[in-house]
């Protein structure tokens, strides 16, 4: 599975847009990237998944570039209820050490008034 | 719609006692997971199924043991409990096998052992 290397923390006001960058560089052919957030006290949520260019959810945007040895999370217009922590995670579906996920420390985004 | 929930929430152990906690996922989900999470780090994985009737190894095994007793459900067992197994424990599931399936996460098991 790919490496992956986000920030540690991030802050942030209220009504800003947060950009989150990730960087895989060996990432292989057949590999995704997805996001999870999770507040305290709670499990990891799926937010956002891509391959390649840009998706846009009713959460967030997910920007990967041609070489796809980066991806940017962005939050548009954040609120108080976004700080949490964003995990990055690169994989596939094909290679025997898929169950071998990675989670990483994340990045801890912090909104503020 | 429950998801993935798990029991108990929370629960305080005396060391070398014995444990299991319990996961249910009401998706139909193929794969299921056990993670266990230290303050200030991510998520480790412990065991996995990728589907009912196979458990594999991930990344901390030691000291665990497991079962997918069915397809809904996935057991996580500490036969002789240790301070160092003090973490919060999350199961997961997954429509399909592979790191490229969304996860759904139930809300953790807080265990303490003393």
Redesign the interface.
């Known amino acids: 599975l790919a490496k992956t290397t986000q920030p540690i923390s991030m802050d942030s006001y209220e009504g800003q847009e947060v950009n989150i960058t990730c960087s895989h560089n060996n990432i292989a052919t057949n590999d995704y990237i997805t996001w999870y957030q999770q507040f305290p006290s709670q499990g990891p949520r799926f937010i956002i998944q891509g391959y390649k260019t840009k998706v846009t959810n009713e959460v967030a945007s997910l920007f990967i570039p041609a070489d796809r040895k980066s991806s940017t999370l962005s939050l548009p217009r954040v609120s108080l209820s976004d700080t949490a922590v964003y995990y990055c995670l690169v994989g596939d579906s094909l290679t025997d050490s898929w169950g071998k996920l990675q989670f990483g420390s994340g990045t801890q985004v912090v909104v503020t008034p | 719609n429950a998801g993935?929930t798990q029991t108990p929430k929370f629960q305080v152990l005396k060391t070398g006692q014995s444990m299991t906690l319990q996961c249910a996922q009401d998706m139909n989900h193929n794969s299921m997971?056990w993670?266990r999470q230290d303050p200030?780090?991510?998520?480790?994985?412990i065991y996995?199924s990728?589907s009912e009737g196979t458990t594999?190894k991930?990344?901390v095994p030691n000291g665990y043991n497991v079962s997918r007793l069915n397809k809904r459900e996935f057991s996580l067992r500490l036969e002789s409990a240790a301070p160092s197994q003090t973490s919060v424990y999350?199961c997961?599931s997954s429509e399909?096998?592979?790191?490229?399936?969304?996860?759904?996460?139930?809300?953790?098991t807080r265990l303490s052992i003393l």
């Open positions: 993935v997971y993670y200030g780090m991510g998520l480790r994985l996995y990728a594999d991930g990344e999350f997961a399909l096998r592979g790191a490229d399936q969304p996860q759904h996460f139930g809300d953790g």
